[in-house]
T-cell receptor
């Protein structure tokens, strides 16, 4: 199994630009999570999906952030417009609802907004 | 006060030493997780436990539900154990949402 796949691995962009992060969960997993990690705040849950349906987006910081899961094998996290304070590592993780919340993390996308 | 507190925040030890990292939490949980994050950034799940003790190789995780406390032990530590170790809990209310500690940065010197 390839594990959780994220792209790009690194993204450098300028303030105001749109950023799209992508995630492919492990095949057969039916839950998907987006996290953000910063030095100041550590790991934080942004949003998670069960069976492609958003369940809790209370961690999404602002309306500039949006996430979609059009099918079981793909999800995107979009930031529009991006700001320097969005610079962080964004992790995607997936799990099987039948197994009590053991999550498998992707390698992360390191985002730098100049 | 954070719902999940880890100690110490930083730990430096010599190769071969016995290592203990502690995690305390303030909410009712359905499970507690120990994660490892290497300098390259990837996060790996080490343990998920809801009671007692689990052991994988040189790593041992224990949990005391009554005291709301967990420990991660590393026996015969090695420089390759150098990483950030993160404690996370699955609250009873909203069990899928992991709540994370701030992590413990462990450095093992040869």
């Amino acid at each position: 199994d390839a594990g959780v796949i994220q792209s790009p691995r690194h993204e450098v962009t300028e303030m105001g630009q749109e950023v799209t992060l992508r995630c492919k969960p492990i095949s057969g997993h039916n839950s998907l999570f987006w996290y953000r990690q910063t030095m100041m705040r550590g790991l934080e849950l942004l949003i998670y999906f069960n069976n492609n349906v958003p369940i809790d987006d209370s961690g999404m910081p602002e309306d500039r952030f949006s996430a979609k899961m059009p099918n079981a094998s793909f999800s995107t996290l979009k930031i529009q417009p991006s700001e320097p304070r969005d610079s962080a590592v964004y992790f995607c993780a997936s799990s099987n609802l039948a197994v009590l919340n053991e999550q498998f993390f992707g390698p992360g996308t390191r985002l730098t907004v100049l | 006060k954070n719902e999940v507190e880890q100690s110490p925040q930083n730990l430096t030890a010599q190769e071969g030493e016995f290592i203990t990292i502690n995690c305390s939490y303030s909410v009712g949980i359905s499970a507690l997780h120990w994660l490892q994050q290497h300098p390259g950034g990837g996060i790996v799940s080490l343990f998920m436990l809801s009671s007692g003790k689990k052991k994988h190789g040189r790593l041992i995780a224990t949990i005391n539900i009554q005291e709301k406390h967990s420990s991660l032990h590393i026996t015969a530590s090695h420089p390759r154990d150098s990483a950030v170790y993160i404690c996370a809990v699955s609250p009873i209310q909203g069990a899928q949402k992991l709540v994370f500690g701030q992590g413990t940065r462990l450095t093992i010197n040869p």
